[in-house]
């Protein structure tokens, strides 16, 4: 990948996406291949790579301020440095006048808002994002990715996303990863020439180059689905 890519890796469910994941992440060992961040072997986890997860890994005794501000937390990072990048990237995800609410007190997309947040101020070279926006509803969904498109033009981070879903493949991946069937491997690659601030659903979605490229992801994935 290079740097400020959006990755998106798209594959049958149970093709082994967040099993690479994981690997990427240094959460897995793996026998065959090298995975390197900027030259370096990956060896375990590391701050150099950001992971949210599918489910919101967020602590429900802490605040949404001392949620986001957690890793820089475990990093050292003097209170009011800490304070200040809290602040900035509370603004970024959309929840300013949240900061003291308990994650209890949030809906399900505000959630994965305060994981990406989180993920984001520690500043990571590269985010590794699994299904993030799997356990949200349709509508919110769009709207999050949406906004995640606005997060990595503001922040220009190197992103990797893996899902299942043929349409957040298209709509945010500079290049789409299109895995076969388990065991997944590299199947094809389709690259999106759509610049990053035309990337509006509504706006996608009456555009032949966006569509094109999606029937052809589609298709692709199709192909991998086994009737079982
Ligand atoms: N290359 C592989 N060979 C054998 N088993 C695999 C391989 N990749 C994944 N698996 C197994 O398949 C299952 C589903 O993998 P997972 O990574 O969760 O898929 P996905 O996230 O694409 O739905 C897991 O039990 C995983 O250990
Ligand atoms: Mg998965």
């Not at 998106?8 to 961040?37: D, E, F, W």
Request: charged fraction near 25%; include cysteine.
């Amino acid at each position: 990948m290079y740097d400020g890519e959006f990755a998106a890796v798209v594959g049958p469910s149970g093709c082994g996406k967040t099993t690479l994941l994981n690997i990427l992440a240094g959460l897995l060992p793996y026998r065959h291949g090298t995975v390197q961040v900027d030259g370096v072997p990956v060896k375990g986890p590391g701050s150099d790579r950001g992971v949210v997860f599918q489910e919101h890994a967020i602590l429900p005794w802490r605040t949404v301020a001392r949620n986001i501000g957690h890793g820089l937390e475990l990093q050292g990072v003097p209170r009011q440095e800490r304070r200040r990048r809290v602040r900035e990237f509370v603004e970024l995800v959309g929840l300013a006048g949240f900061e003291e609410r308990y994650p209890h007190e949030l809906s399900g997309g505000m959630k994965q808002r305060v994981a990406l947040a989180r993920t984001l101020c520690a500043n990571p070279v590269i985010m590794l994002m699994d299904e993030p926006f799997a356990a949200v509803d349709a509508q919110t969904r769009i709207t999050l990715q949406e906004e995640l498109n606005r997060i990595a033009i503001a922040t220009r981070k190197t992103i990797l996303l893996v899902t299942h879903n043929v349409d957040e493949a298209a709509f945010l991946g500079d290049r789409c990863f299109v895995f076969t069937r388990r065991p997944g491997r590299l199947k094809a690659t389709v690259t999106i020439h759509i610049p990053r601030d035309r990337r509006i659903w509504k706006e996608v979605v009456a555009d032949p180059a966006f569509t094109a490229r999606r029937d052809e992801i589609l298709e692709l994935v199709r192909a991998e689905v086994r009737v079982e």
